[in-house]
């Protein structure tokens, strides 16, 4: 097996080294030194399969000390030794990527060359600098210098959203900087004559001629096909790709790169150029094409499966696909281990994977329909729609906890008229170069396809669609090892096309999984005592939900504005039943307008709620809206007032504006300015502040209840605080918010979990 798929050894190699390393988190001198070691013994037994297995094992040690070097411990000169939320440095750094403009800001990473106070420190590392200003001032490779403080990524103990921590620091991110505008910051331009400049100049025509030739929205479409940019899409459209399992349409990949590749080869066949000339093109095509797509993961690896199967091509050497696949992955992750990691990733090698595993074995059984048209324009497209669905969907059910039911059809009928969209926009920047005149008539061709595509994605996304939710049914490790059986069980199905044990031991193995599967389910689910805090966004208010696995829980309410829609059926309701809670024990209230009292007496009356607890203030409103009412009251109506005592045991403890738990040290308030009680709350590095309506903090606060103790403080909505004037030194002392301060309202729910 290891002779005859070499790749496969190497990047088996590779990946446990990186997984060791991220799972220990042993330094990076240990992995060195086990490197060296393994490798002279290897060198010692080369001719023998010990001395092949020593020097596999030498290079998982290399890869776990790249790992550790890059993400865990980065040297003496590394900038996490001086990164410190209390000082102001002078940074020094240079653009190290395409800055990302967002909805409401701009994010830019930094590598970084220096910093400076009252010294000077050369350090190495890299920061995101995160602009409150959607700007394209700066471009990759400029250099740049400002003054700001540094706030560290701290790890979380936390899932959901929070990953974004763990995700910065795997892409080598060890602090984060803000600035309100860039109007201070130094630039130095880089050289106008190099790739970058180069690319972006390509990437700027061809946006252009979309704009000119196209209509906005199949503008921004065609953005999204060609480049994978999004942005410009709008959300109901990007909304219906998501709901119809299409959206990786809109993530350039190893079919975009197909049909850009087989545009220009058909363009250069007229020509009449030699092989090796035709394949350098194509090589420069590839490179170009891969920084028109800002390098993203997804691209790159199809693009250098592409350059390999081209070089091989062009040395007339036999194409294996497993071969290709493995040294493309080995390749990625030998340059940038963190990519092992990363969902797109994962995906798109389980997919390549399962396409070149399955296919051949599901077709070979059709062998003699392959010269029928209607094999090769239904049959086949349908049998790769089906394998590429089925093996990434534990992957998508895993990441993402929904299943479109309709992603089959829907990709059956939307990807080909994609493809045929992509060949028309790719060749239309060309034509518009020849003559802007015929670009226009090309561009009024390709229009109405684009439109088609929108129109035929109105009938498989949208709410009204059936859409498999998955609210987390099992916690990690069980999760991990779940998505690890369903492979074992598509491997083996796929196995089992040809032999007839084979079959006889897939049923063997699906009953033997599933019986383990409920088993060790329902035993997690009686003994298990984990409590999930989830937090999410009202109508100017937040939901506080505190539960276990048994579906009862507890719910802080604060600040509801009362709509012209039930607030309870419309918005509480289907978040309850998303998480599996359909009893509440107590509803607090924190704050409430008179007239949504009535929303949270049927609230509670829905979810036979033992407690509803409610400021005194609002208590004589609650009791008149309820003697109104003629339906019997089935849960205790009570009121409370003061400053609420810190529990001393597990459990809430209720008072004027707050709330605290102390399970999981949560303080809930709608006081929006900083007390000293609050700050007397906080259990050093254990704490969560939320604020339950919008917050503007100024710097000073934030910093204060962050060295109090608290990790995390959420709010219903977060507005920048006013920018103070400059000082003496030129430095401005509101530079933005820290990853620490949530805000519900732009980055959605998130879940606490704690033991």
């Not at 393994?38 to 776990?64: C, D, E, I, K």
């Not at 953005?223 to 350039?252: C, N, Q, W």
């Amino acid at each position: 097996m290891s002779r005859k798929y070499p790749a496969l050894g190497l990047l088996a190699a590779v990946t446990s080294g990186l997984v060791i390393a991220d799972l220990t988190g042993l330094p990076s001198w240990l992995w060195l030194t086990v490197a060296f070691a393994l490798s002279v013994l290897g060198a010692v037994r080369l001719n023998t399969r010990l001395g092949v297995a020593l020097l596999l094992a030498s290079l998982a040690a290399v890869s776990g000390f790249h790992f550790a070097l890059s993400y865990q411990h980065g040297g003496a000169r590394h900038l996490e030794h001086l990164i410190s939320p209390d000082r102001v440095f002078t940074i020094c750094g240079r653009v190290a990527d395409w800055p990302a403009v967002l909805a409401e800001r701009t994010d830019i990473t930094l590598d970084i060359d220096s910093l400076v106070d009252n010294r000077s420190y050369p350090v190495d590392g890299s920061i995101l600098l995160r602009v409150t200003a959607r700007t394209t001032t700066l471009q990759r490779g400029d250099r740049i210098a400002f003054c700001a403080r540094i706030y560290p990524i701290e790890q979380q103990n936390t899932t959901g959203p929070l990953n974004y921590n763990r995700y910065l620091r795997l892409h080598g991110i060890s602090g984060v900087a803000y600035l309100p505008t860039l109007l201070n910051v130094t630039i130095d331009r880089r050289s106008s004559v190099s790739y970058f400049p180069f690319v972006d100049a390509v990437r700027g025509y061809i946006v252009a001629c979309f704009t000119t030739d196209l209509s906005p929205t199949t503008a921004a479409l065609a953005k999204g096909y060609l480049l994978g940019e999004t942005r410009d899409i709008p959300i109901d459209i990007y909304t219906m790709f998501r709901d119809s399992g299409t959206l990786h349409v809109l993530a350039v990949s190893g079919s975009n790169v197909a049909l850009v590749i087989l545009v220009c080869h058909l363009l250069m066949r007229p020509l009449g150029w030699t092989r090796g000339r035709r394949y350098a093109v194509l090589l420069g095509v590839v490179a170009v094409y891969a920084g028109l797509c800002y390098f993203e993961p997804s691209v790159m690896r199809a693009s250098l499966m592409a350059a390999l199967v081209i070089l091989a091509k062009s040395v007339r050497r036999k194409v294996d696909l497993n071969q290709i696949v493995a040294l493309t992955a080995s390749i990625i992750l030998i340059i940038d281990p963190a990519q092992f990691f990363d969902i797109g990733f994962q995906l798109s090698f389980a997919t390549a994977w399962g396409l070149i595993f399955i296919v051949p074995r599901i077709t070979v059984l059709l062998e003699k329909h392959h010269s029928r048209v209607w094999y090769r324009w239904l049959v086949f497209p349908l049998i790769v729609s089906l394998v590429a669905q089925v093996v990434s969907t534990p992957l998508v059910a895993f990441y993402f906890e929904r299943l479109p039911l309709l992603s089959v059809p829907a990709n059956l009928i939307i990807v080909p008229l994609v493809s045929i969209g992509v060949m028309g926009i790719t060749v239309l920047p060309l034509i518009h170069l020849v003559w802007p005149i015929l670009g226009q008539f090309a561009g009024s061709l390709v229009d109405p396809l684009l439109r088609l595509s929108i129109t035929v994605l109105h009938w498989f996304g949208g709410e009204q669609l059936p859409v498999i939710t998955i609210t987390g049914l099992l916690r990690p490790p069980w999760s991990h090892f779940t998505v690890i059986a369903a492979y074992v069980l598509i491997i083996l199905a796929a196995l089992a096309l040809s032999s007839k044990p084979l079959r006889r031991s897939l049923v063997f193995a699906t009953l033997s999984l599933a019986v383990v599967g409920a088993t060790t389910g329902a035993i997690v689910n009686l003994h298990a005592q984990h409590t999930r805090v989830w937090v999410e966004r009202l109508p100017g208010g937040v939901l506080v939900l505190a539960h276990d696995n048994s579906g009862t829980g507890d719910l802080v309410i604060t600040s509801v504005i009362d709509r012209n829609y039930p607030v309870d059926e419309r918005i509480i309701l289907p978040i309850l039943k998303r998480q599996s809670v359909d009893r509440l024990r107590t509803i607090v209230v924190l704050d409430l307008p008179y007239n949504a009292a009535d929303d949270v007496l049927r609230l509670a009356t829905a979810t036979r709620a033992r407690r509803l607890l409610v400021p005194r203030s609002l208590s004589a409103t609650f009791a008149d809206v309820l003697a109104a009412d003629s339906a019997d009251c089935t849960f205790e109506l009570d009121s409370f007032s003061g400053r609420p005592p810190f529990p001393d045991s597990p459990g809430w403890a209720v008072g004027e504006g707050e709330v605290h738990f102390r399970q999981a040290d949560i303080l809930v308030t709608i006081v929006d300015q900083v007390r000293q009680h609050h700050l007397e709350s906080a259990v050093s590095g254990g704490s969560i502040l939320i604020v339950g309506r919008t917050w503007s903090p100024s710097p000073d606060d934030w910093i204060r209840l962050h060295w109090a103790g608290y990790q995390l403080m959420v709010a219903s909505s977060v507005r920048r605080h006013p920018v103070e004037s400059a000082g003496a030194d030129g430095v401005i002392e509101d530079e933005g918010a820290p990853l620490y301060l949530y805000d519900l309202k732009k980055l959605g729910p998130l879940e606490l979990p704690f033991e």
